[in-house]
């Protein structure tokens, strides 16, 4: 496995100092913002981690190998090729073995967070239960993941355009554990309240990571989902969001968009119909899930020291 890990020289010379790493998606360059907007805020959100006392790895798949730290020159042809693939666990092997462009998901990230040894990994927003799942069937592979994979991964909750309910309820019987910061409710992506409960409250970066090491001593593999609210003066008003995202579904439905192709859709529809506004959101929040991410990894390391 460790064949196909190509760590750049920054993050190569964390791991020998024994340094905290957070590690990054790729999907929300490639697929989640605009062009230049994403790569200028990927390179914002690695500075916030750099400046918290960590060190940022951005994840991606590139010429066959699963780059953990990304060059400039790497951010740019991410963000600005039209050619990347978005690469969940059932796409890992297909592009890494033929060499093609891949940003990773949630899902894929966590795999190689953990290949790479990497404790700690800060997204945007984690995948869920879809709304009328029941009949489609269609639910993240997140999910999964997280139940799985001994990562603690750092989110704005989910998106709205997903079933929170049903999302938590997974989650739980998959013994996922859900931890808020700052506040007892689950955020819910472009707003701080979605009207569910997080399992546990836990605000200081040395709470979070005393519950996680514990997790894992415990030999209970998989997860945890750090839920951190958007700043209060970046969330937008859950009445008009809600009403959006409704307009989004239905012509998602009205176009046959489906499969990997919602999420996307949805988002930049969202953009538009808000007129820009929901991408200032979605840039704040993954900027203070960084630093959240970064403190909860220097804890982490702490504990293990």
Same mark, same amino acid.
């Given at each position: 496995?460790?064949?196909?890990?190509?760590?750049?020289?920054?993050? !190569?010379?964390?791991?020998?100092?024994?340094?905290?790493?957070?590690?990054?998606? =790729?999907?929300?360059? =490639?697929?989640?913002?605009?062009? /230049?907007?994403?790569?200028?805020?990927?390179?914002?959100?690695?500075?916030?981690?750099?400046?918290?006392?960590?060190?940022?790895?951005?994840?991606?798949?590139?010429?066959?190998?699963?780059?953990?730290?990304? =060059?400039?020159?790497?951010?740019?042809?991410?963000?600005?090729? /039209?050619?990347?693939?978005?690469?969940?666990?059932?796409?890992? /092997? #297909?592009?890494? %073995?033929?060499?093609?462009?891949?940003?990773?998901?949630?899902?894929?990230?966590?795999?190689?967070?953990?290949?790479?040894?990497?404790?700690? #990994?800060?997204?945007?927003?984690?995948g869920g239960v879809h709304r009328g799942a029941e009949t489609s069937f269609d639910i993240s592979a997140d999910l999964q993941e997280l139940a799985q994979t001994s990562v603690a991964v750092v989110?704005?909750?989910?998106?709205?355009?997903?079933?929170?309910?049903?999302?938590?309820?997974?989650?739980?019987?998959?013994?996922?554990?859900?931890?808020?910061?700052?506040?007892?409710?689950? /955020?819910?992506?472009?707003?701080?309240?979605?009207?569910?409960?997080?399992?546990?409250?836990?605000?200081?970066?040395?709470?979070?990571? !005393? #519950?996680?090491?514990?997790?894992?001593?415990?030999?209970?593999?998989?997860?945890?989902?750090?839920?951190?609210?958007?700043?209060?003066? %970046?969330?937008?008003e859950p009445s008009e969001i809600d009403a959006i995202i409704a307009q989004a579904l239905q012509e998602a439905e009205q176009q046959n968009v489906s499969g990997k192709s919602v999420t996307p #859709?949805?988002?930049?529809?969202?953009?538009?119909?808000?007129?820009?506004? %929901?991408?200032?959101?979605?840039?704040?929040?993954?900027?203070?899930?960084?630093?959240?991410?970064?403190?909860?990894?220097?804890?982490?390391?702490?504990?293990?020291?």
């Amino acid at each position: 496995m460790q064949s196909f890990l190509l760590f750049s020289p920054e993050v !190569a010379a964390a791991r020998t100092a024994g340094k905290p790493i957070v590690a990054l998606e =790729s999907t929300i360059i =490639s697929h989640g913002m605009p062009y /230049p907007q994403n790569v200028q805020t990927a390179r914002e959100v690695e500075q916030v981690i750099r400046d918290a006392g960590a060190v940022p790895a951005t994840i991606a798949i590139i010429k066959g190998k699963i780059c953990v730290g990304l =060059s400039e020159e790497q951010l740019e042809t991410l963000g600005s090729s /039209p050619d990347a693939i978005k690469v969940s666990r059932r796409d890992l /092997p #297909f592009v890494l %073995s033929q060499g093609l462009l891949g940003a990773t998901t949630v899902a894929a990230t966590m795999i190689c967070a953990q290949l790479a040894g990497i404790e700690v #990994f800060v997204t945007g927003g984690i995948g869920g239960v879809h709304r009328g799942a029941e009949t489609s069937f269609d639910i993240s592979a997140d999910l999964q993941e997280l139940a799985q994979t001994s990562v603690a991964v750092v989110c704005a909750g989910v998106k709205s355009i997903l079933d929170i309910g049903l999302t938590l309820e997974y989650l739980e019987t998959h013994g996922v554990p859900v931890v808020s910061v700052g506040q007892p409710g689950f /955020p819910a992506f472009f707003t701080r309240e979605s009207g569910f409960k997080a399992d546990f409250q836990l605000d200081a970066p040395e709470a979070q990571a !005393a #519950f996680i090491r514990t997790k894992w001593q415990l030999g209970l593999d998989g997860g945890v989902v750090v839920a951190n609210p958007v700043p209060a003066e %970046s969330a937008m008003e859950p009445s008009e969001i809600d009403a959006i995202i409704a307009q989004a579904l239905q012509e998602a439905e009205q176009q046959n968009v489906s499969g990997k192709s919602v999420t996307p #859709f949805l988002l930049a529809r969202i953009k538009e119909l808000t007129e820009g506004r %929901s991408l200032a959101t979605n840039i704040a929040l993954v900027k203070h899930n960084a630093l959240v991410g970064a403190r909860l990894a220097v804890a982490l390391n702490h504990k293990a020291a």
